[in-house]
């Protein structure tokens, strides 16, 4: 099993970044970005379930960031536009089995499988 996060890089406040997750060994029925920045917490960015359109997001990235999900293709997606300083971190797939519920979505302690982490860096 397996989780592979890429697309970070270096981009100036107001691009756009589209990080992509392949994920392999297993279908996640809920999958998720989080990131961690240095001497910070890892926190939500967004989830996705297999079935249903429903969409979670931090209150952060509402509204600038987009996740998708291709489940033939078994990938996840976030895209990220209007990036700004604060978005600056290392950015995680994961992904469970479970159909995790509203309460715990956005908990990193109910992913089961975790990428690499892709560095993703903004500048003013």
């Known amino acids: 099993v397996q989780l592979q996060a890429s697309g970070g890089g270096l981009a100036q406040a107001g691009d756009s970044l589209r990080l992509s997750c392949a994920a392999s060994g297993r279908t996640f029925n809920t999958m998720g970005w989080f990131r961690q920045a240095p001497g910070k917490e890892r926190e939500f960015v967004a989830a996705i379930r297999q079935a249903g359109p429903q969409k979670y997001y931090a209150d952060s990235v509402k509204g600038r960031f987009t996740i998708s999900r291709d489940n033939a293709k078994n990938m996840v997606y976030v895209q990220m536009n209007g990036l700004k300083p604060e978005d600056t971190a290392a950015y995680y797939c994961?992904?469970?089995?479970?159909?995790?519920?509203?309460?715990?979505?956005?908990?990193?302690?109910?992913?089961?499988?975790w990428g690499q982490g892709t560095q993703v860096t903004v500048s003013s």
């Open positions: 994961a992904g469970t089995a479970r159909n995790l519920i509203l309460s715990t979505i956005r908990d990193p302690s109910g992913y089961d499988f």
